[in-house]
Nanobody, 124 residues
């Protein structure tokens, strides 16, 4: 069964950059969509960025467009989230997720498998 393990979270100052990484294992990597979600304190979880199974289509929430970049490495079977120009509004638990349906045409749809999350705290 697929497993996702996030790393790279931590403390940052406003304006800094952080890179999160998600290591996927347990099934074929490149047949599935992947997403990064976040849940700020006291708020609901939201989709931040997604990348489709072809690796050519990405989607970003309005709040991170132009600052964050999602990418994948099919050899290392990792999905990374490069986060630049961080602000205190980016403080959250960040989760990597994937779908169980292969070759899904809806990378912003429902996600079924989740990592344990990695915290990101940005001080202003």
């Amino acid at each position: 069964q697929v497993q996702l393990v996030e790393s790279g979270g931590g403390l940052a100052h406003a304006g800094d950059s952080l890179r999160l990484s998600c290591a996927a294992s347990g099934r074929s990597f490149s047949a599935y969509n992947y997403g990064w979600f976040r849940q700020p304190p006291g708020r609901e979880r939201e989709l931040v960025a997604s990348i489709d199974w072809t690796g050519t289509k990405t989607h970003y929430s309005d709040s991170v467009t132009g600052r964050f970049r999602i990418s994948r490495d099919v050899i290392a079977t990792t999905v990374d989230l490069q986060m630049n120009s961080l602000s205190s509004d980016d403080t959250a638990i960040y989760y990597c997720a994937t779908q169980v349906e292969a070759f899904s045409m809806d990378p912003t749809g429902e996600y079924d498998v989740w990592g344990q999350g990695t915290p990101v705290t940005v001080s202003s």
